[in-house]
C-alpha cells in the first residue's frame, strides 16, 4: 500500500470535513432554533469566495481579505434574517423551500452581474504557496493551514456553544425554543446572531477553499446539499453532531474516491470494479444519510433531550 | 376560511387567478389548448407549438407534484428525478439502437414506478423536513450514478438522434402529433386525479395531509395510502420524462438537479397547490415568464426569484395564505382548518 497517498487522502478528507463543518455548523444551529430551512446558506459560502477575492486583489493581502470578507458576510447574513428570514420562521416548510430558492437565485445572478460569469483566482502570498517536507511526505503548506483554521475555528466555536452565555442560549435554543422565550432571552437578537454568524462561518469556509478551486457560480448549490447530509447524519441543531458528521462525510468521501476501487476489485473483475466505483463513491455519502434517516431520523448526536 | 387575507395584492390577485375560477373557464381552457396547433400553424408561429409542448410536458410533471404535494402533503425535493428516469429510459435503448416507442414507455412506467416503490418505503418513514431531505438525498443519488456512467455520455449526456416510433399509430416526430400526445396524457392525468380526488382514496390521502394521526386513529394505513399516492406520483413524472426526452433529443444527469426539483415547486405554487388545473397554469405561466425575461435581459433569474421572495414573504401567510384562500373549491372543499 502506498502510504504517502494513503496519508495524503487522509489530508484531503481531514480538509473537506472542516470545510464542511463550518457550512454545517451554522445551518444546523438555524436549522435547530429557528427550524428555518435555509438552502440559501451555500450563497453565503459563494459570496464569501468571491468578497474576498475583490478584497485581496484591492488589498494585495489575503489576510486582510478574509477578515474584512467574514464581516461582511456576517452583515449579508444579518441582513438576509431581517428582512426575509425572520417573517417565516412560522410558516411551512414549503415556504422555506421557496423562499430560498429564490435567494439562491437573487444571489447567484448578483454575482454573475457583479464578477461576471468567470470564476475568480486567488492568488497565495508566496509565504503560503509553498511546501512542507516531511521526511519522505511533501505536503502543501496553505492546505495545512486550512486543515488549522478549520480546527481553530472548531474549537472556538466548541467554546463558544459550551462555555459562554450566547452560547448557553443558543444550546438551549435548540433544545426547546419556548422556553427560551418564555424565559425572557430576547429571542429575536438571539436569532439574528445565530443566523449572521452561521453566514459568516459558511463565507469563512468559501474563502479558505477558493485558492485552491478558484471562486465561481454555482459552487454553492454543490456544497449546500452535503452540508444538509451533514446536518441530518449530525442530528439538527446539534453543533457537536455536525462536526463529527462532517468529519465522517469528508472521510468517506474522499477515500471511497481513492479506494473503492480497490476494495471492489476484492469481490467483482477488475472492469467491473472500474464502472461501479466512481458511481458508488459518489453515492456513499447519499446512503450513508438516507439509512441514517431510516434507521435513526434524530441523527447519530441529537442535542440533548430533543 | 382566513377572508381577511386576500386583501394583499398577490394573493388576492392569484386567488382570482386560480380559486374563484368557475368551471367554464377551465372547460374553455382545455378547448384553447386543444386548438393551439391549429391556430399556431395558421400563423405559421411554430416557436410557440415548442414553446406550449414543453409548458405541457413539465405540466404532467407538476401535476404529479401536486397529487403529493398539493393533496398529499408530501414536500418532496427530488422530483426532477423521476423526470430524468423518464428521458433515459428513452436516450439508453435508442443508444443501442432500440426505437420502439412501446419499449421506451414500457420501460419509463417500470423504472420511475420501481424507484418510486423503492425510495419511497423508505422515505415515507420519515416526514416534514426529513422527508424534503431524504428525497432530496435519493435524486442526488440517481444523478451520481449517471455523471458517473461514461458509457452514457457522463456529465454530457447524450442526443437522441431519432424520436421514439410507434410503428403504424402515430408519428411523434411531427410536432403536432407530439403535442396531442402530451396534452391526451396531460388531460388523462388530470382526470384521474380527480377521480381519485373525489373517491376513498383522496379523501384518506387529504386527511392525512391535514391530520395523520387522527387518520391513523380512524384505523386508515396512512403509510399505503401515502406510498401508493407517491408510486403514482413518480410513475406520471416518469411518462413526463419520457415525453421530455423525445421533445428535446438530448439526456443529461443536470434534467434531475435539485434546482430542478425547485422549479417544478415553484411552478406549482405559482398555480396553486391542491387545485387541479394549477399544475397547468403554473407550468405555462412559469415557461411564459421566462422566455419573456430571458428575452431583454441574461439576468432575468435576479427577476425571478425577487418573484419568488415577495410572493413567499408579502403574501401574507405566505404560500400557506394562498392555500387557504384557493381551498375553497372544488376537491378541498371540505378543509376546514
Known amino acids: 500500500m502506498d502510504w504517502q497517498l494513503l496519508i495524503t487522502q487522509m489530508l484531503n478528507g481531514l480538509q473537506l470535513g472542516l470545510l464542511l463543518f463550518l457550512v454545517a455548523s451554522g445551518l444546523t444551529l438555524i436549522f435547530g432554533i429557528m427550524d428555518f430551512i435555509n438552502l440559501s446558506h451555500g450563497s453565503f459560502y459563494m459570496l464569501g469566495a468571491f468578497i474576498c477575492s475583490s478584497i485581496t486583489a484591492k488589498t494585495g493581502s489575503l489576510f486582510i481579505g478574509i477578515v474584512l470578507a467574514v464581516l461582511v458576510v456576517f452583515c449579508i447574513g444579518a441582513l438576509v434574517e431581517r428582512l426575509i428570514a425572520r417573517k417565516l420562521y412560522q410558516n411551512d416548510h414549503l415556504d422555506h423551500v421557496l423562499v430560498t430558492f429564490g435567494l439562491i437565485l437573487v444571489f447567484d445572478t448578483l454575482a454573475h452581474l457583479i464578477w461576471g460569469s468567470q470564476g475568480r483566482i486567488i492568488s497565495l502570498p508566496d509565504s503560503l504557496n509553498g511546501q512542507i517536507n516531511l521526511g519522505s511526505l511533501v505536503l502543501p503548506s496553505y492546505r495545512l493551514l486550512i486543515i488549522g483554521a478549520g480546527l481553530t475555528v472548531a474549537i472556538g466555536l466548541y467554546f463558544l456553544v459550551t462555555r459562554s452565555r450566547l452560547g448557553m442560549r443558543i444550546r438551549a435554543g435548540a433544545s426547546n425554543r419556548q422556553m427560551v422565550s418564555a424565559l425572557g432571552v430576547d429571542i429575536d437578537r438571539l436569532y439574528l446572531i445565530v443566523f449572521a454568524l452561521g453566514a459568516a462561518l459558511a463565507g469563512l469556509a468559501g474563502m479558505l477553499i477558493a485558492p485552491i478551486t478558484e471562486a465561481s457560480i454555482g459552487m454553492g448549490n454543490e456544497i449546500i446539499i452535503i452540508a444538509f447530509v451533514v446536518v441530518i447524519v449530525g442530528g439538527i441543531g446539534s453543533v457537536k453532531g455536525a462536526f463529527y458528521a462532517a468529519l465522517l462525510i469528508g472521510f468517506i468521501d474522499t477515500l471511497g474516491r481513492s479506494y473503492l476501487g480497490d476494495l471492489l476489485a476484492l469481490f467483482l473483475s477488475s472492469q467491473n470494479a472500474e464502472t461501479a466505483a466512481p458511481a458508488l463513491s459518489a453515492m456513499l455519502i447519499y446512503i450513508l444519510m438516507a439509512a441514517v434517516l431510516a434507521f435513526r431520523p434524530q441523527g447519530l448526536f441529537p442535542p440533548s433531550n430533543s | 376560511m382566513r377572508g381577511e387575507q386576500a386583501s394583499s395584492w398577490p394573493s388576492h390577485l392569484l386567488a382570482r387567478l386560480k380559486g374563484n ?58 422530483h426532477a428525478a423521476f423526470l430524468g428516469i423518464g428521458a433515459y429510459c428513452v436516450g439508453i435503448p435508442t443508444y443501442y439502437e432500440q426505437f420502439n416507442g412501446f419499449v421506451h414507455l414500457g420501460l419509463a412506467v417500470l423504472c420511475s414506478a ?180 430571458s428575452g ?35 376537491s378541498q372543499q371540505n378543509t376546514t382548518t
Open chain 2, 114 to 293: 420501481l424507484f418510486a416503490l423503492l425510495t419511497g418505503l423508505i422515505c415515507l418513514r420519515t416526514k416534514a423536513v426529513y422527508f424534503i431531505m431524504i428525497t432530496l438525498a435519493f435524486a442526488q443519488m440517481l444523478y451520481f450514478t449517471l455523471v458517473s456512467l461514461d458509457e452514457y455520455g457522463a456529465d454530457d449526456g447524450l442526443v437522441i438522434y431519432q424520436r421514439s416510433e410507434f410503428p403504424g399509430i402515430f408519428d411523434i416526430e411531427n410536432p403536432t402529433t407530439l403535442y396531442y400526445a402530451v396534452l391526451l396524457f396531460l388531460l388523462g392525468c388530470l382526470y384521474l386525479t380527480h377521480r381519485m380526488m373525489h373517491a376513498r382514496f383522496g379523501r384518506v390521502l387529504q386527511g392525512c395531509k391535514h391530520n395523520e394521526q387522527r387518520m391513523q386513529a380512524l384505523g386508515f394505513l396512512t403509510y399505503k395510502y401515502k406510498l401508493i399516492a407517491y408510486v403514482i406520483a413518480g410513475t406520471m413524472a416518469g411518462v413526463a420524462g419520457f415525453f421530455l426526452g423525445n421533445f428535446t433529443n438530448f439526456i443529461s444527469p443536470e434534467m434531475m438537479d435539485w434546482t430542478h426539483s425547485a422549479e417544478l415547486i415553484f411552478m406549482l405554487v405559482i398555480g396553486g397547490t391542491g387545485i387541479l388545473f394549477g399544475p397547468v397554469v403554473g407550468a405555462v405561466l412559469f415557461l411564459l415568464l421566462e422566455e419573456w425575461l
Open chain 2, 21 to 78: 375560477l368557475p368551471n367554464q373557464v377551465y372547460f374553455a381552457l382545455v378547448i384553447a389548448l386543444l386548438i393551439a396547433p391549429w391556430l399556431i400553424n395558421a400563423l405559421d408561429q411554430s416557436f410557440y407549438l415548442d414553446l406550449l409542448t414543453r409548458a405541457l410536458i413539465i405540466a404532467i410533471a407538476v401535476a404529479s407534484l401536486n397529487l403529493i404535494i398539493g393533496f398529499g402533503g408530501m414536500v418532496s425535493l427530488g
Open chain 2, 296 to 330: 431583454f435581459s441574461v439576468y432575468w433569474h435576479l427577476i425571478l426569484g425577487l418573484m419568488l421572495i415577495a410572493l413567499v414573504v408579502f403574501g401574507k401567510g405566505g404560500v400557506h395564505g394562498l392555500l387557504s384562500l384557493g381551498s375553497n373549491r372544488g
